[in-house]
Structures are given as structure tokens and as C-alpha cells.
């Protein structure tokens, strides 16, 4: 049976409707209702979290994989979303998660205390909230983030960005990481393939940047036809070098045809390094491409001498230039990020975990 967990972002209309504030889709809702991301319901004139403690599964992934590259290179990271989204993207890579409206999708069950023992005990540095978007479960998501934090493990945000100001003040207080997806630059784009607002997305950036101590990279999903242009590519990270810095490390990754994109071919390897070669022409230091076998292109270079500072191949660390600073060992140049000293040697392994090994006794390690 789904627990109802209360929630505070949201507030009672004049025509009786409860209005969710915790996006800016602002779903209005009559009893019995859900809003457009199917977890957050109004049950007795209130509104709720119906999936807290449920998710669809948890596994061991790369930090690589989410995508960071520079926040704890080489180190697992135990992974896991629930059901649900709250944006339209008819492109979505993980739509059998995300557009599920469906409870039986939420197979496993854990508090956050016992995420954290299982991320202790499997040696995981972080936990990520993935796969959907963890904004529309954020209290159980922070939740988990306070107990990891007890045990010295960070937390992960995958996310699109979709917040509105107040709630999203509360979770990234909780949030070491995130890599935003900045899915175009273009409102004609987030309006007829997302159903959402670009400058919604743009606020949530600037926002982490320049509010918060979160490290944060980008993902941009490159998908031919639709937001692959010479003049896109320019303007997003030309954005991005003016507006957050270039510092801030960008992802350009290979769209394969999914969900309601059947028939929009993959996108070309060349495509992505011309948006590398853009991006990098417009001053940012660090800008990889991904999904596809690109190891010089998926390594990090120091921004001063140009010395390969961290080798990958895949989602494997093959080399490590780096001080226990953060420094390039041949000119002392700091690279941006979070390293460890040494890198971790997790791979592209992916593990699936069962919570139940890990579940903790109820009482007292369980209330809140």
C-alpha cells in the first residue's frame, strides 16, 4: 500500500482546487486528483507524496555515468528514482520509469536510513537521485540526503532544473552535485517537445552557480534536427561562459530514438565534436562529449599547459594528473571540482543492489 507523506509547497485556491507549488507547472487539484507527475496527489485537502520510501529500483553506477567527471572521478555511486516526471519530453531515453504511471513500477522499498547503510556498506562515496527527475520526490530525497550526510556520503542530483525558487532554496541545501539537463536553448524547443519553459531552467542554473556550494555540470542531449545547430551550440555556451562561468563543465551526448522519436536517427559523432569545438571557442575549459567511444574527447585537459589531467576510456579513469589539491602536477594550474586522492577504479560497472539485505530493525532508526 502507498504511504501518503505530507508535503508543505502548495496552497488552497478560491474555487477550492489545492495549487502544487513545488514546480512551475503549478498543478491545481481536485480531491482525488494527481498532478502531471503522478506522485504528488491531494488526498483529504491536502497534498502528498504517494511514493515516498518506493522506488524502482537501485544499482552501483560510475559517478561517469550520471554525468560528472569532475566530482569524485572513478567512485560508485548507488543510484535510484521512482516513478513519474513532471515534464513531457518526447524524447526521454528512460521513459519506462519516468512516463509511468503505474505503482507497481516502484518494486523496491527503503528508508533513508537504510539507503545509507547500503552505500556505506557497498563502499558507494554518493547517492543519486535519477533516472526520473527527483525534483517531484523531494522529500524523500532529502531525506536520504540527511542520512547519507551522518555517514559522510554526498548526494546526487540528476534533474532537469523544473523548480520553482522556494523549494528548490530547500533541496539544494541537501545537494552536493548536480548535473542539470539544459535540454536546448530555445522556448519553441522546451515548449513543443518538453511542455515546459526554458527560463525556468535557466533560473535553476544561475541559481546553483551563484547560490549555493552544489558542484554542478551540464548535460545538453544532442538530437539531430531539433536543437543541433551551429547558431544553438553558440548561444547555449556562450550563455553559459557569460552567465555561470567556464569553469563549469558541459556534456554534449548522443540521442538514440526513443520513446516518441522513433524515427529521428542518432546523432552524428561529428555533430557532438562540432559542438565540443563551439563550446570551446566560446571559453569553456571543460566540455566532453558522451555516449559514444571518444577517448580524447571524454578526458580533461588542464586549461593552462593542455596536459591530459584525468585519461578515461569509457567510464574507466586510465590516467590522473591531478595534486591532492586539484592541481595539474606540470603547471600547477587548479582544475575545477571535487577529486579524491587517488581516483576510484569503479569502471562501467553497473550492480544491481537488493535493499532488504540492508533494511534496519523499525523503531528508533526509523522515525522522524
Given at each position: 500500500?502507498?504511504?501518503?507523506?505530507?508535503?508543505?509547497?502548495?496552497?488552497?485556491?478560491?474555487?477550492?482546487?489545492?495549487?502544487?507549488?513545488?514546480?512551475?507547472?503549478?498543478?491545481?487539484?481536485?480531491?482525488?486528483?494527481?498532478?502531471?507527475?503522478?506522485?504528488?496527489?491531494?488526498?483529504?485537502?491536502?497534498?502528498?507524496?504517494?511514493?515516498?520510501?518506493?522506488?524502482?529500483?537501485?544499482?552501483?553506477?560510475?559517478?561517469?555515468?550520471?554525468?560528472?567527471?569532475?566530482?569524485?572521478?572513478?567512485?560508485?555511486?548507488?543510484?535510484?528514482?521512482?516513478?513519474?516526471?513532471?515534464?513531457?519530453?518526447?524524447?526521454?531515453?528512460?521513459?519506462?520509469?519516468?512516463?509511468?504511471?503505474?505503482?507497481?513500477?516502484?518494486?523496491?522499498?527503503?528508508?533513508?536510513?537504510?539507503?545509507?547503510?547500503?552505500?556505506?556498506?557497498?563502499?558507494?562515496?554518493?547517492?543519486?537521485?535519477?533516472?526520473?527527475?527527483?525534483?517531484?520526490?523531494?522529500?524523500?530525497?532529502?531525506?536520504?540526503?540527511?542520512?547519507?550526510?551522518?555517514?559522510?556520503?554526498?548526494?546526487?542530483?540528476?534533474?532537469?532544473?523544473?523548480?520553482?525558487?522556494?523549494?528548490?532554496?530547500?533541496?539544494?541545501?541537501?545537494?552536493?552535485?548536480?548535473?542539470?539537463?539544459?535540454?536546448?536553448?530555445?522556448?519553441?524547443?522546451?515548449?513543443?517537445?518538453?511542455?515546459?519553459?526554458?527560463?525556468?531552467?535557466?533560473?535553476?542554473?544561475?541559481?546553483?552557480?551563484?547560490?549555493?556550494?552544489?558542484?554542478?555540470?551540464?548535460?545538453?542531449?544532442?538530437?539531430?534536427?531539433?536543437?543541433?545547430?551551429?547558431?544553438?551550440?553558440?548561444?547555449?555556451?556562450?550563455?553559459?561562459?557569460?552567465?555561470?562561468?567556464?569553469?563549469?563543465?558541459?556534456?554534449?551526448?548522443?540521442?538514440?530514438?526513443?520513446?516518441?522519436?522513433?524515427?529521428?536517427?542518432?546523432?552524428?559523432?561529428?555533430?557532438?565534436?562540432?559542438?565540443?569545438?563551439?563550446?570551446?571557442e566560446n571559453g569553456l575549459r571543460y566540455v566532453y562529449v558522451g555516449n559514444v567511444e571518444d577517448v580524447g574527447r571524454g578526458s580533461t585537459y588542464c586549461h593552462g599547459c593542455g596536459a591530459r589531467l584525468i585519461g578515461r576510456r569509457g567510464y574507466?579513469?586510465?590516467?590522473?594528473?591531478?595534486?591532492?589539491?586539484?592541481?595539474?602536477?606540470?603547471?600547477?594550474?587548479?582544475?575545477?571540482?571535487?577529486?579524491?586522492?587517488?581516483?576510484?577504479?569503479?569502471?562501467?560497472?553497473?550492480?544491481?543492489?537488493?535493499?532488504?539485505?540492508?533494511?534496519?530493525e523499525r523503531g528508533a532508526a526509523d522515525a522522524r
Open positions: 500500500m502507498v504511504t501518503a507523506f505530507p508535503t508543505r509547497y502548495w496552497r488552497a485556491l478560491d474555487d477550492g482546487r489545492l495549487q502544487c507549488d513545488v514546480c512551475p507547472r503549478h498543478c491545481r487539484l481536485a480531491e482525488g486528483q494527481q498532478g502531471l507527475c503522478f506522485v504528488r496527489a491531494r488526498q483529504d485537502d491536502a497534498i502528498v507524496l504517494t511514493t515516498y520510501g518506493r522506488s524502482s529500483g537501485f544499482c552501483i553506477d560510475p559517478i561517469e555515468k550520471k554525468p560528472l567527471n569532475h566530482f569524485l572521478p572513478g567512485s560508485s555511486v548507488l543510484s535510484f528514482g521512482t516513478a513519474g516526471c513532471n515534464l513531457n519530453c518526447k524524447f526521454c531515453q528512460n521513459w519506462d520509469i519516468s512516463k509511468s504511471r503505474e505503482v507497481d513500477t516502484l518494486a523496491d522499498q527503503a528508508s533513508p536510513e537504510t539507503l545509507a547503510r547500503a552505500a556505506q556498506a557497498l563502499g558507494c562515496r554518493s547517492v543519486a537521485y535519477t533516472y526520473n527527475d527527483p525534483v517531484i520526490f523531494m522529500e524523500y530525497a532529502i531525506d536520504v540526503a540527511q542520512a547519507c550526510r551522518a555517514q559522510g556520503i554526498r548526494s546526487v542530483a540528476v534533474t532537469a532544473g523544473y523548480i520553482c525558487p522556494e523549494p528548490r532554496q530547500e533541496f539544494y541545501r541537501h545537494m552536493d552535485a548536480a548535473n542539470v539537463d539544459l535540454k536546448a536553448f530555445t522556448e519553441k524547443f522546451y515548449w513543443t517537445l518538453t511542455n515546459s519553459h526554458l527560463e525556468a531552467v535557466l533560473d535553476t542554473l544561475r541559481y546553483i552557480r551563484h547560490e549555493t556550494t552544489t558542484w554542478l555540470e551540464i548535460t545538453n542531449l544532442v538530437i539531430p534536427g531539433e536543437n543541433d545547430s551551429d547558431r544553438e551550440f553558440d548561444e547555449m555556451t556562450g550563455w553559459i561562459a557569460e552567465n555561470l562561468g567556464t569553469e563549469v563543465p558541459v556534456h554534449f551526448t548522443a540521442f538514440h530514438p526513443d520513446y516518441k522519436l522513433t524515427e529521428t536517427p542518432r546523432t552524428p559523432h561529428a555533430t557532438l565534436i562540432r559542438a565540443r569545438s563551439i563550446a570551446i574507466l579513469v586510465t590516467d590522473w594528473a591531478l595534486t591532492p589539491t586539484g592541481r595539474c602536477r606540470h603547471c600547477g594550474c587548479v582544475c575545477a571540482g571535487v577529486f579524491p586522492e587517488p581516483p576510484g577504479q569503479w569502471g562501467g560497472r553497473r550492480q544491481v543492489v537488493r535493499l532488504r539485505d540492508f533494511q534496519v
